[in-house]
């Protein structure tokens, strides 16, 4: 049920008017909130991303939260950042979190339907997997798509690797490709006030 409240609470807020004091660029308040989305959609990647390798590990419990707290840090920096140079580039990413929750909560009903295992608790893990993917969905489609090719190929090519090994190379490409979109986006929020393009019109 915590994941079905998270869904809603992301998907209202991204048509909440965001929390600027200027016009072009960000505040104190839309950093934190983007510190805050970046964070979350950044644990959620690493985790998703070290799901495969962390399973090969005997490591128990510290791969995954190594996996996160390096997939939040990454985040945080650059949800704050993002936040802080571009408020509109921010909602952007709450509303994309929003329906992130949404589809996230109509895979899980559905298959919630079809397979007796799965319960509320499995609906609410799809909306909260969704949130944090739909917060950076761009990047995490071009990895998932590059992992799935990547992995094809080695299981093509490579006798000894498993569908489950194509998945867990998919779910790197995910994560990484996730991840990326949120440092770019900071990145370019950056720079995106500072770039002057000259024009002339001559009749």
């Not at 964070?39 to 990647?45: E, F, N, R």
């Not at 419990?61 to 650059?78: D, E, H, K, N, Q």
């Not at 609906?123 to 799935?148: D, E, K, L, Y």
């Not at 779910?171 to 720079?191: C, E, I, Q, Y």
Request: charged content about 10%; aromatic content about 8%.
């Amino acid at each position: 049920m915590a994941g079905i409240a998270l869904g809603a609470v992301l998907f209202l807020s991204s048509w909440v008017p965001e929390l600027s004091a200027q016009e072009d660029g960000g505040s104190t308040g839309t950093a934190l909130g983007g510190a805050v989305l970046g964070s979350y959609s950044g644990a959620v990647l690493g985790l998703l991303g070290g799901f495969g390798p962390c399973n090969r590990t005997l490591s128990g419990a510290r791969c995954p939260r190594i996996a996160a707290g390096i997939g939040g840090t990454l985040g945080l920096v650059s949800g704050a950042w993002l936040g802080s140079e571009d408020s509109d580039a921010l909602k952007d990413r709450w509303r994309g979190a929003g329906y992130g929750a949404v589809v996230g909560g109509v895979v899980g009903y559905g298959l919630s339907l079809g397979v007796r295992q799965y319960g509320w608790g499995d609906v609410g893990t799809f909306i909260a997997v969704g949130a944090g993917i739909g917060a950076s969905p761009a990047g995490a489609g071009i990895g998932f798509v590059a992992g799935a090719a990547v992995g094809a190929v080695g299981w093509l090519v490579i006798p000894e690797l498993k569908i489950g090994d194509v998945v867990a190379i998919s779910l790197v490409g995910l994560a990484a490709g996730g991840l990326a979109g949120w440092v770019a986006g900071a990145d370019s929020s950056g720079k995106a006030s500072h770039v002057l393009i000259p024009l002339q019109v001559r009749f």
